[in-house]
């Protein structure tokens, strides 16, 4: 392995310690069912918004910071496993995330996306979430390119204030 390899990140520590591990999925729910039920206050699984019927909150394996996914409560798969409302909320709460990501981190431009599927590259392909990722003008350098390594700017904890204290502005003009 080659020092280019490794990256020194250690603000990661306590988030690799047993007692700060996720919470882990569990058979009878998805892993973002686990997380919405699991108790745990917003802090600490970076919920930054609560619906009726959806919620959002921090990637925690984000591509930038700020990566916010926006999904519904209960797991499906696919978009037309969606109800009706469940899906006007989902995308209230897709614009709601795109605005308080301008707010907090005034992006050169934001990406939304949804991965159907693990051959469209879901990693949790049983519960549907859209990906809501802040990006800027030479964000992509050779470390991603290269390296396949992502350098973030700033722990989840400071992130998730960030986007917590931007929500309640969040709003579309227009």
């Known amino acids: 392995m080659s020092m280019i390899d ?5 603000w990661r520590a306590n988030y690799l310690q047993t007692e700060d591990q996720p919470v882990m999925q569990t058979k009878e729910s998805t892993l973002f ?4 039920d699991s108790s745990l206050p917003d802090e600490e699984t970076y919920i930054v918004w609560r619906g009726e019927l959806c919620y959002a909150l921090l990637n ?5 910071s700020g990566h916010v996914m926006v999904l519904p409560n209960r797991g499906v798969a696919d978009l037309c496993d969606l109800t009706e409302t469940e899906h006007r909320e989902l995308f209230d709460g897709v614009r709601m995330a795109v605005s308080a990501l301008r707010t907090a ?3 050169h431009g934001v990406n939304v996306g949804i991965n159907l599927g693990r051959g469209a590259g879901a990693g949790i392909p049983d519960h549907l979430h859209v990906h809501v990722v802040p ?3 030479g964000d992509t350098n050779f470390m991603t390119a290269i390296a396949n390594t992502r350098v973030l700017p700033e722990t989840l904890a400071s992130t998730w204030r960030r986007v917590i204290d931007a929500w309640p502005q969040a709003r579309c003009d227009g």
């Open 6 to 10: 490794r990256l020194w990140a250690g």
């Open 33 to 36: 069912e686990t997380i919405l």
């Open 60 to 64: 925690a394996f984000p591509y930038t």
């Open 105 to 107: 981190f005034a992006p």
């Open 135 to 137: 990006r800027w003008k």
